[in-house]
């Protein structure tokens, strides 16, 4: 079974840039299209951003289209989401998951294996 482990956040001025990863261990981390979810306090946990198992494919979330991109390297068996243009209203703990097969789910609840998640704070 895969387990996911975030690294990479911080705090951060506002308009600048984090780089936030997710290294899978433990299983076929290419037969996983892989998530990126954050939960601010007070607030549900939302989607953010999504990458079909390939690479191939990939799926934002409005609020950070055009600002955020997410990679993989299955070589390295690793995930990525480069933040940039960040703003106060991006502080979350963000979490990275895994789910099985080729589908991109926006809903959190079609994801199988879920990192432990990584604080990111934005300063104004």
């Known amino acids: 079974q895969v387990q996911l482990v975030e690294s990479g956040g911080g705090l951060v001025q506002a308009g600048g840039s984090l780089r936030l990863s997710c290294a899978a261990s433990?299983?076929?981390?290419?037969?996983?299209?892989m998530g990126w979810f954050r939960q601010a306090p007070g607030k549900e946990r939302e989607f953010v951003a999504v990458i079909r198992r390939s690479g191939g494919s990939t799926d934002y979330a409005d609020s950070v289209k055009g600002r955020f991109t997410i990679s993989r390297d299955n070589a390295k068996n690793t995930v990525y989401l480069q933040m940039n243009s960040l703003k106060p209203e991006d502080t979350a703990v963000y979490y990275c998951?895994?789910?099985?097969?080729?589908?991109?789910?926006?809903?959190?609840?079609?994801?199988?294996?879920w990192g432990q998640g990584t604080q990111v704070t934005v300063s104004s």
């Open positions: 433990g299983g076929t981390f290419s037969s996983y299209a």
């Open positions: 998951a895994a789910r099985s097969g080729y589908v991109m789910p926006r809903d959190d609840g079609h994801y199988d294996l």
